[in-house]
């Protein structure tokens, strides 16, 4: 098991960066896929980004592709989500996740992570 705490939201102006983190403890973390989704008042929650266990790849939403970069730092433990050119719709909850599978594909189910975080709240102004 996982635990993982998210960090780094706020209000920002839409067009804005924002940098969000997720500190794990438990499994070692360099041995798990990790991933980002949220969710918007009123939706479901939806799959944002992915990276490997190792940081040697990486999938992204359709929506945030070129704007967004998910990284980790495996000697640290924090897998961070770098928001660029924010948009009002990008308004969310945003949660990070633990795939403890070790699949060889990233996942952007939500069945598919184990672990999960609180959400950190996003808040993004026109």
């Known amino acids: 098991q996982v635990q993982l705490v998210e960090s780094g939201g706020g209000l920002v102006q839409a067009g804005g960066p924002l940098r969000l983190s997720c500190a794990a403890s438990g499994r070692t973390f360099s041995t798990y896929a990790m991933g980002w989704f949220r969710q918007a008042p009123g939706k479901a929650r939806e799959f944002v980004a992915a990276i490997s266990w190792n940081g040697g790849g990486s999938y992204y939403a359709d929506s945030v592709k070129g704007r967004f970069t998910i990284s980790r730092d495996n000697a640290k433990n924090p897998v961070y989500l770098q928001m660029h050119s924010l948009k009002p719709e990008g308004t969310a909850v945003y949660y990070c996740?633990?795939?403890?599978?070790?699949?060889?594909?990233?996942?952007?189910?939500?069945?598919?992570?184990?672990?999960w975080g609180q959400g950190t709240q996003v808040t993004v102004s026109s």
């Open positions: 996740a633990a795939d403890l599978h070790r699949s060889s594909e990233l996942a952007t189910q939500e069945h598919k992570y184990d672990d």
